[in-house]
């Protein structure tokens, strides 16, 4: 008896597959998750994808601001004492220890530590830093996003509100996966990804000067099928990176693909 053939799942069917089984993971979390959204950190979640951008209050279920001010008062204590922007909070040290002695390793790590600690200053580094601390105060857990940026510092990072993201963990229960959905508007996409890049809804929406016009996205950081030891490239880096549009005619057709 011959065996059955493999379904060719098209690009899109399999990076919903993968996203999907994080999603399952997640839900018998979510109604804890939803409740300390609803009593202690009403504006920090997104448990509704097309509530991104929506302006409506989220602190019905507050009776006073005893939760919220203690959660204020343990994000200011985290992040005074972790990463004051004043302090030189961290320090670059080698990792060999006959090398922590040598006056040459000191200055260079002494170079790195001041012109790291000035990249983050030039960055919004310390304006998410309290999101993240926040999330873990009231969630237990958080997940943000360094990204290379060619403007005023090389850093980019923004954090994903609870709810809006999900994980995976490999066999040794260490993070491997992360899935993340949002809205964003036709013309952001245009902008981040490239006219061509985009649904035909999309482009339809901006030729009609529709450009605000909103679409979800989901980006996806799995580990690479194609990674290879020791190959330098672009494509073969550990992890792989895709965002792609759900509702995208075209279910081979993705925003970008690359390494992460």
């Given at each position: 008896?011959?065996?059955?053939?493999?379904?060719?799942?098209?690009?899109?069917?399999?990076?919903?597959?993968?996203?999907?089984?994080?999603?399952?993971?997640?839900?018998?979390?979510?109604?804890?998750?939803?409740?300390?959204?609803?009593?202690?950190?009403?504006?920090?979640?997104e448990f509704v994808p097309t509530n991104t951008n929506?302006?409506?209050?989220?602190?019905?279920?507050?009776?006073?601001?005893?939760?919220?001010?203690?959660?204020?008062?343990?994000?200011?204590?985290?992040?005074?004492?972790?990463?004051?922007?004043?302090?030189?909070?961290?320090?670059?040290?080698?990792?060999?220890?006959?090398?922590?002695?040598?006056?040459?390793?000191?200055?260079?790590?002494?170079?790195?530590?001041?012109?790291?600690?000035?990249?983050?200053?030039?960055?919004?580094?310390?304006?998410?830093?309290?999101?993240?601390?926040?999330?873990?105060?009231?969630?237990?857990?958080?997940?943000?996003?360094?990204?290379?940026?060619?403007?005023?510092?090389?850093?980019?990072?923004?954090?994903?509100?609870?709810?809006?993201?999900?994980?995976?963990v490999d066999a040794w229960w260490k993070v491997n996966?992360?899935?993340?959905?949002?809205?964003?508007?036709?013309?952001?996409?245009?902008?981040?990804?490239?006219?061509?890049?985009?649904?035909?809804?999309?482009?339809?929406?901006?030729?009609?000067?529709?450009?605000?016009?909103?679409?979800?996205?989901?980006?996806?950081?799995?580990?690479?099928?194609?990674?290879?030891?020791?190959?330098?490239s672009p494509a073969n880096k550990r992890f792989a990176?895709?965002?792609?549009?759900?509702?995208?005619?075209?279910?081979?057709?993705?925003?970008?693909?690359?390494?992460?």
């Open positions: 008896m011959a065996a059955p053939k493999a379904v060719q799942l098209t690009k899109i069917r399999r990076l919903e597959g993968i996203f999907g089984q994080m999603v399952t993971e997640f839900q018998s979390h979510k109604p804890v998750h939803m409740d300390i959204g609803d009593y202690i950190a009403p504006n920090m979640h929506k302006g409506q209050r989220r602190d019905q279920q507050i009776l006073n601001s005893t939760p919220e001010d203690a959660l204020d008062i343990g994000v200011s204590g985290l992040f005074n004492g972790l990463c004051d922007p004043t302090e030189k909070w961290m320090a670059v040290e080698p990792d060999e220890p006959d090398l922590r002695d040598d006056h040459d390793a000191q200055v260079y790590c002494e170079e790195i530590t001041t012109r790291f600690l000035s990249e983050l200053a030039k960055s919004n580094f310390y304006t998410v830093a309290p999101e993240d601390f926040a999330a873990i105060l009231a969630f237990g857990t958080c997940a943000s996003l360094q990204l290379e940026f060619f403007g005023d510092s090389c850093f980019w990072f923004g954090a994903m509100p609870p709810g809006s993201y999900y994980i995976g996966q992360v899935g993340r959905e949002w809205q964003m508007t036709a013309r952001a996409m245009a902008q981040e990804f490239g006219y061509q890049a985009l649904s035909f809804r999309a482009q339809q929406a901006i030729d009609n000067n529709q450009g605000e016009q909103q679409f979800q996205v989901k980006h996806l950081i799995y580990p690479n099928p194609e990674f290879k030891e020791g190959v330098l990176s895709c965002y792609y549009e759900v509702s995208c005619e075209d279910e081979n057709k993705t925003l970008l693909e690359e390494g992460f």
